[in-house]
């Protein structure tokens, strides 16, 4: 069997009952994603910085 990989780290996680925004950051690309969900619903979009590219963040090997 394979070993598992974590790929998506969760940079920042804020959630009460019904409603959570989490960021996460692709381990091998580096890019960052917007979670968002509420109820029964939700969506996932890259993070954009000012310029409307992607928001990078360097991402080091734990091994």
Do not use: C, H, W
Not at 18 to 37: E, S
Request: aromatic share 12%; hydrophobic share 40%.
């Amino acid at each position: 069997m394979a070993k598992k990989d974590n790929r998506f780290i969760i940079s920042y996680s804020q959630e009460n009952f019904t409603l959570g925004v989490r960021v996460l950051v692709d381990r091998q690309t580096g890019v960052n994603y917007l979670f968002f969900r509420d109820a029964g619903a939700g969506g996932l979009t890259p993070l954009l910085d000012r310029e409307g590219r992607p928001v990078i963040t360097a991402v080091y090997d734990e091994g």
